[in-house]
């Protein structure tokens, strides 16, 4: 088991960015996939991004705007979000694949 815990959202206008943090427990070194979800009002949760070794994943939505990564050394996977919409407001999830390993989340509000 690992415990997430996710950083980094707010509120932001359309067309600004905004990266979120999820900060594991231990080592990922041997947590071989890790993914980004979003929880929007009324609707359910969806899988946004994730990645697995060098494969990374975008919903058709999110692609060519938000970008997944992966820092080992500081157990620790980003998600980088620009031009964003306000259809991207959402609680956002850290989530180990396989697992019931998710995070608190984080708040996104893109809002003018």
């Known amino acids: 088991q690992v415990q997430l815990v996710e950083s980094g959202g707010g509120l932001v206008q359309p067309g600004g960015s905004l990266r979120l943090s999820c900060a594991a427990s231990?080592?990922?070194?041997?947590?071989?996939?890790m993914g980004w979800y979003r929880q929007a009002p009324g609707k359910q949760r969806e899988l946004v991004s994730s990645?697995?070794?060098?494969?990374?994943y975008y919903t058709d939505s999110v692609k060519g705007r938000f970008s997944i990564s992966r820092d080992n050394a500081k157990n620790t996977v980003y998600l980088q979000m620009n031009s964003l919409k306000p259809e991207d407001t959402a609680v956002y999830y850290c989530?180990?694949?396989?697992?019931?390993?998710w995070g608190q989340g984080t708040q996104v509000t893109v809002s003018s």
């Open positions: 989530h180990r694949p396989g697992s019931g390993d």
């Open positions: 231990r080592s990922i070194l041997d947590i071989p996939a």
């Open positions: 990645i697995s070794g060098t494969v990374t």
